[in-house]
């Protein structure tokens, strides 16, 4: 991006995080908060080890430092990486927060799949966090994303992170303004 171009777009970026963090401060405050728990696990060298909820899923991250090196060959350049010892922690800062929600997202959409199973539901789209289903499905998809919603997010599942990784949470991380039956009648519930 050069010129006109890189401007707009920086514009465009600036205006959207400023709005973000207007509109839901609890994720930037929480974001904050999961970069503040991982650097002080990996200011130890260690790696960052938990369960997902209600499944136990083991969860690992671990990002090592590595090497690069530059290797010609006859079809042109290869970067090649090598794991060396000790913990990238620029990179388990900037990876965190992404991984922790991934984690999550995952584990509402098994909840909403099962539930919805439940109903009958056989056919499904499932990529990351977008969910589809054939149209006559579609209000028993509405109405299990929700109710799945409600029964993840009823835990504790970041004090529960928090603690699973050997330290004690913070409560005034917690903004808790949300009523999570409200969901369950909201117009939309995720993009």
């Known amino acids: 991006w050069k010129g006109d171009k890189w401007v707009v777009a920086k514009v465009l970026a600036d205006v959207n995080a400023r709005a973000i963090s207007q509109v839901v401060e609890g994720a930037i405050k929480g974001q904050k908060y999961i970069k503040q728990v991982t650097q002080t696990i990996a200011s130890n060298d260690e790696y960052l080890r938990w369960s997902s909820p209600i499944f136990n899923l083991p969860m690992l991250q671990r990002v090592p430092k590595e090497t690069k090196q530059r290797i010609e060959t006859p079809f042109g350049k290869l970067v090649y ?30 909840l909403t799949v099962e539930k919805c199973m439940k109903d009958g539901v056989q056919d499904f789209w499932l990529i990351h966090d977008s969910y589809g ?4 499905d579609v209000g028993s998809l509405n109405k299990n994303v929700r109710e799945a919603y409600v029964e ?29 039956n409200d969901v369950l009648d909201s117009e939309y519930i995720f993009s």
């Open 81 to 110: 990486y090598k794991e060396t010892e000790g913990i990238n922690k620029a990179k388990m800062l900037s990876s965190i927060a992404p991984n922790f929600i991934h984690n999550l997202d995952a584990t509402l959409m098994y």
């Open 152 to 180: 993840l997010f009823s835990q504790d599942v970041l004090k529960d992170w928090v603690e699973q990784l050997g330290l004690e949470f913070d409560e005034d991380v917690m903004i808790n303004t949300l009523n999570l």
């Open 133 to 136: 289903v054939l149209p006559n």
